[in-house]
């Protein structure tokens, strides 16, 4: 085979490895050869994520205004593009930005709007464009051995930049374009607008493969500013409640995660991890990571004559194993698994929730006279804090006749009312996927075990590349006046629409 040849198919494996899971139609997508065997190119990826949503509230929620025991409502939950180009073989430039959690209420830029939201901050209008990742990146031992084309089983990669490649789990560093469920679980983003930016710090890292089957990457990166104010009930200090501050701090971020791979190997040219790969791959890795944050929180403590401040370093830790198995033969079955536990030590009693495109506001219904949840309003719940988390997903391909069906090809250009046959017919297999994933939190700050549960199904137009998503989610309920012990759950029902190009 020719060394054009080579590189031809090796440009377009790390394209499909990269993105997969999608449509024989869509080939290798929106990519730019530089040069004619296309080891040089520019890649765009362009998508959306749209939500519509039936949440069932939190006790005591308002939104714009008015009491809500359910809000029924439509977001983008993500609008993005991507690009990033491979212009000589040592060198990737990437650059990634858009949109998110944009909704009637909220998610817009101050002054976005003045039809009935005021341009505040809560302005759902004109959402402000940023950027997600942006860097550089440099092949110090690349993969492919530039000489002879063959693969090399070290390979290392360095880059700065604003950067996604996380330590601690898979799923830190987890693709939104290939999820098994509707989304991330969040918490796999434990500094999820706190100390980065969308998941993304300033750093520099490494990356790469040692002996061929380990995959690794580290950084060392500096975190964003916090200063959140450390609490205080009638003015005095509350005692060992940690909360997001690492003001004065000059420390940096250390983070490495490091996976297995004893079937399949997958692409790490970009560092967006996949979710399910619909019956296309065998994988089965597993995985452990670290982050370490000095200095990342801050709370009160007595010691023994006044009540002084204390920093607190944050240590992360996680092991994981995720496993897509196709099995059936031609019924392309596919038995999909990933399971972590995360332990978090943040300092004492810290905690942090969490409500995706949350349109409730932060005050009570001043005529609802019951107990109010824990998490606060809208459909808030628990994130992390101090303790451990064990999420498990697992999903199961229907086989391939579940849904095929013929289609017709285009009529013949004539138009003729005699010749009504359509040439190009075809088999067009639709795929149908079913999911369900459990969450236990055992944090400090609440002192119990709490359960969360999503069940749900992926319909496949096209692979990822166009699916619908239908999810049903069940959030922990946990009132303020039952020593924080979860009263069953509310409700929340997700249908997602996703294409990407």
Known sequence: MSRTLKTSLLALAVVYQTYGQG?????????????????????????NQIWSRAIEMNPG??????????????????????????????FLILTHFGINNQTFINGGAPMGGMTGNGG?????????IFFHDVWNEYAVVPSI??????ANKNSLYIGTGLHYWHGVSRMTS?????FLAVDAPIFNWFTIEFADQFARYFGIYAKGNLFDRLDYRVHLSRPFATNLELPRSNGLPILDRAVENNTGSNSWIQAGYFMWQFLDKESNVLPFTVGTYVGTKRVFNIGGGFQRMPNATKHFV?????????????NIAGLDVFLDLPFGGASNQAFTL???????????????????????STLKDPNYTGAISFNGFGNTRPLIGTGQIWYTQIG????????????????????????????NTKTRIDRIQLFGAYTLHNLERIGVPVHSIDVGFNYFIAGHHAKITLQYSARPHIPIDNGLRQEGFKSEFILQTQVFL
């Open 338 to 360: 990933y399971s972590v536990l995360y332990n978090h030590q943040w300092g004492p009693n810290y905690y942090r929730t969490v409500g995706i495109m949350n349109e409730a």
């Open 120 to 128: 505040t901050f809560t302005s759902g209008k004109k959402p402000g």
């Open 396 to 423: 199961y391909l229907l086989p391939k006749k579940f849904l095929a069906k013929k289609v017709r090809g285009e009529q013949p250009l004539n138009g003729s009312p005699i010749i009504n046959h359509y040439p």
């Open 23 to 47: 449509s024989e139609e869509y080939g290798s997508g929106l990519k730019i050869n530089i040069d004619q065997n296309g080891s040089k190119y520019v890649r765009f990826i362009i998508w």
């Open 302 to 314: 007595y010691n023994g004559e006044d009540t002084v401040i204390s920093s607190n370093t944050a």
């Open 174 to 178: 987890a693709s939104t374009l290939n």
């Open 61 to 90: 929620s308002v939104v714009n205004g008015q009491p809500v025991d359910w809000l029924y409502d439509i977001g983008i939950r993500r609008a993005r593009m991507l690009a990033y180009a491979q212009i000589n073989k040592r």
């Open 145 to 150: 051995n530039p000489e002879t084309n063959k």
